[in-house]
């Protein structure tokens, strides 16, 4: 066995790598250079920790997540690792016992903040240590047009300058060719190996379903199918995040809102909960998640349309880390393509800047309209092959199409009466009632029922109409101007009007087939599909973890995940030797808890 497996099995009690990790480490161990794109929960950490176990020296762990080092380093020494972090959270004293460390080196791993690097005093560090790798984790954040650029990241390169002797591995979820580039480049990579993984995420099942009542959809969504589990709701404002929080408590739910504008402690406060209680569903803006490595999330839900795939892709990928059956779920509407449109019509930056932020948002859109299997078209926008999933909305429920030229003609026809008969330009609520002859107070006064358009759709219902509106906007058929969203028409649209054109539609599932009894099972509960008698069991085991992390103060994954928990429930070990062969029980958990697990297993049943 190579030392990679057994650090694998004596200190992290994995039996085996995950796809990729091997390949990845034994280049590493062997001082090669590496560029490693790999999905959110992939297991990127383990393909620079193994090595820096394996080789002489300090590994050093350049990070932006100051706010998490200390979790990532309480997981470590749980293992038994010895590990500490430098950032600008520590007193004076402190950073000097753990730079003393670090130089005779007492330590396995120091994670470093990017920002110490531009200090003199830690470039002096770093000459005088014996050092194994340098770790750049969430590489990304040295692309400049990426969304978590880090200006001190590009001092980066100063590593490499400093101490060419020294192995780099740098670490990323984001793979689109542009920052896999930039990266490279600014990092001075060329030279090394470059590792893709698939960035299939198999476990997660993926659905995007037509917004309503987004609110009500989302309880009914936590209710069926995620009764007590732990996840993320992700909103685009501070104002929803809150409203979707207070909207969840009342509903029983035990949920906390997460955002920018928040007092710094209270947000502190809330990410530790959520990291450290079972079963809290944070309600976020963006701002949340990066870094976040809790195992055990089982759903990511967005109520607004996220910018791109590669921001989707990130936010759905904290679901489900640790390979059990987890959602992505995502509601999504007409308003959300005016809104995104406008936004990006208002951003700053020049022509070049908008164009691109329209090309990420109409890639999202694609991925919400398509007909065809979610994941093969994500995994195709990374670059990537796959067969239909059978694990996605449009896989396990084919959704029909249509062809919607007519209709599309209708909604086309009915903005260019309004604009050059009257010079008056509507948002799409007013086209859709012109289109059913709805006498509204706004249509009468603007005498828009004498329109030969008005009540030409009866034959489509208010959702389907709203449906075909947004079917047209994400495709560019038709295009949203000013603040308040009114409807124009695209150069492209003239095709269709003169029947050019055809439109085939998606069309809108009925009311109550948006979820399928397959669908619902597939992400259930941390606890479901466990067999009869192993569930008292496995609720036992999570009450001693909770008691174990709460009077440790660490989160209750540093224990064990709820993966090895639900092992331990289902194989009953009646000795610490068949105890150890469990996944996740490595050596420093087996001497710390297997006693005190075996306890818990033999106590009588009430
Ligand atoms: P990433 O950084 O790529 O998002 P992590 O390194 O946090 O992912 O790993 C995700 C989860 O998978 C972690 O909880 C980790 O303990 C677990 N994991 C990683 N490698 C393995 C493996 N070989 N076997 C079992 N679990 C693993
Ligand atoms: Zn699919």
Redesign the pocket.
Known sequence: MSEASEV?RRV?G?????EG?QEIIEHVVAGGDALVL??????????YQIPALVRKGVGVVVSPLIALMQDQVDALRALGVRAWFLNSTQDPDERRTVEAAFTAGELDLLYLAPERLRLESTLRLLDRADISLFAI?EAHCVAQWGHDFRPDYLALSVLHERRPDVPRIA?T?TATPATHQEITARLSLGDARHFVASFDRPNIQYRIVPKREPKRQLLEFLRTEHPGDAGIVYCLSRASVEKIAAFLVDNGVTALPYHAGLDPAVRAANQARFLREDGIVMVATIAFGMGI?K?DVRFVAHLDLPKSVEGYYQET?RAG???LPSTAWMAYGLQDVVQQRKLIDGSEGDAAHRRRLAGHLDAMLALCETVECRRTQILAYFGQEATTCGNCDTCLSPPESWDGTVAAQKVLSTVVWLDRKHRQKFGAGHIVDILLGKKTPKIIQNDHDTLSVFGVGADLSDAEWRGVVRQLLARGLLAVEGDYGTLVLTHASAAVLRGERQVPMRREPARTATKTAKAAKAGRAAAADLPEEALPVFERLRAWRAATAKEQGVPA?VIF?D?TLREIATRAPGSLGELSSV??VGESKLAKYGQQILDVLAAPQD
């Not at 790999?38 to 393909?47: A, H, I, Q, W």
Request: proline share 6%; glycine share 18%; with cysteine.
């Open positions: 694998l992290f994995y039996e085996e790598f995950r990790q790999m999905p959110t929960g992939g297991g990127k950490s383990l393909c984790d670490l979820a490595d195992p990928g880390r640790d390979g994954y995940h993966a996944n996740g």
